[in-house]
């Protein structure tokens, strides 16, 4: 399929990364719920079985096709690093560390992302983005200031920032490749991801049955089809359109999501630490955002 290059509009990358934070943000109620009853390791395979599946359908009814030469080998690299090696890593490691510290943790991935894409020459380093990921790291740990002075061994912590590590490899991959539909880019990502999921699964000796209630199923199908089929798809758009470490900020703003939820439908205590984060993380985003924007005005203004 022939893909567009056609510099989409403020407004639309805009709401693709609001799309992304909110059903994210929402996923950790779901994998809390998941993993009352089902495996972790064992239900993020079936969630990515069910989003490969779902995916690969999709793809060849609306007759794009599944990508081929560059395309592939890019598609599945960013499988690899973001459903083979983040998934596992982050899931596991998040069976030990609270969620607010976890939280923490990956939040330093627009810095992360930032360095790696500046190593494979996609982006420059930008101060004020910098500037902005260490404000938005400061406002995550302000929402879970209570979570950080838990004793947890490093061996975990360790793997989730690992986590981040693999899932700003992943995004960068598919940045390197040829510009594809991100449908069934996300087609052979969630396919590539299931093998080291299952094989994560049997290295912790978990139980794998198919879920047969209801209760052990929605979290599963809420996980596939808006996390991995919806967020993901639109992710990869994104990952067209923004750099690399402008879409990692959607890592400090899935914190704020998950509180506002665990509030509203938890009802969870609204603290004044979880305001002042929330605020801190916002404004980091728009400055990641502004840098962007006045990339863009130079690159204009010095064009013929």
């Not at 893909?3 to 943000?25: D, E, K, M, Y």
């Not at 779902?54 to 598609?75: D, E, F, K």
């Not at 793997?159 to 040829?178: D, E, F, H, W």
Request: net charge positive; hydrophobic share 55%; charged share 10%.
């Amino acid at each position: 399929m022939r893909q567009s290059h056609r510099a989409p509009g403020n407004a639309r990358t805009t709401l693709a990364f609001t799309t992304c934070t909110v059903i994210w943000g929402s996923t950790f109620l779901f994998i809390s719920i998941g993993n009352d009853t089902v495996p972790p390791m064992w239900a993020a395979s079936l969630r990515l079985i069910v989003a490969a599946l779902v995916l690969v359908g999709l793809v060849l009814a609306g007759g794009r096709g599944l990508p081929t030469g560059r395309a592939l080998r890019a598609a599945a690299a960013y499988g690899m690093f973001q459903f083979g090696f983040n998934l596992p890593l982050l899931y596991w490691g998040q069976t030990v560390v609270p969620s607010g510290l976890a939280a923490v943790v990956f939040a330093t991935i627009p810095i992360t992302s930032a360095l790696i894409a500046r190593a494979f020459g996609l982006e420059r380093l930008d101060p004020l983005k910098m500037g902005g990921a260490v404000i938005a790291l400061g406002g995550v740990a302000l929402l879970f200031a209570h979570d950080l002075t838990a004793s947890v061994t490093a061996l975990p912590l360790l793997a989730i920032y690992l986590a981040t590590v693999a899932a700003a490899l992943g995004s960068t991959m598919l940045k390197r490749g040829p510009r594809q539909d991100p449908m069934a880019a996300n087609a052979v990502a969630a396919a590539v991801g299931v093998p080291f999921c299952l094989l994560a699964s049997w290295l912790l000796h978990e139980t794998r049955q198919l879920p047969t209630h209801w209760v052990q199923i929605y979290p599963i199908l809420y996980l596939a089809i808006a996390g991995s089929v919806g967020a993901f798809v639109v992710f990869a758009w994104l990952v067209n359109h923004w750099q690399v470490s402008t879409i990692a900020f959607i890592g400090v703003v899935v914190p704020v999501i998950a509180v506002t939820l665990g509030v509203l439908v938890r009802h969870e205590r609204l603290l004044r630490e979880h305001l002042l984060g929330s605020l801190l993380v916002l404004a980091g985003v728009m400055l990641a955002i502004a840098s962007d924007r006045r990339r863009m005005r130079q690159a204009r203004a010095v064009s013929p």
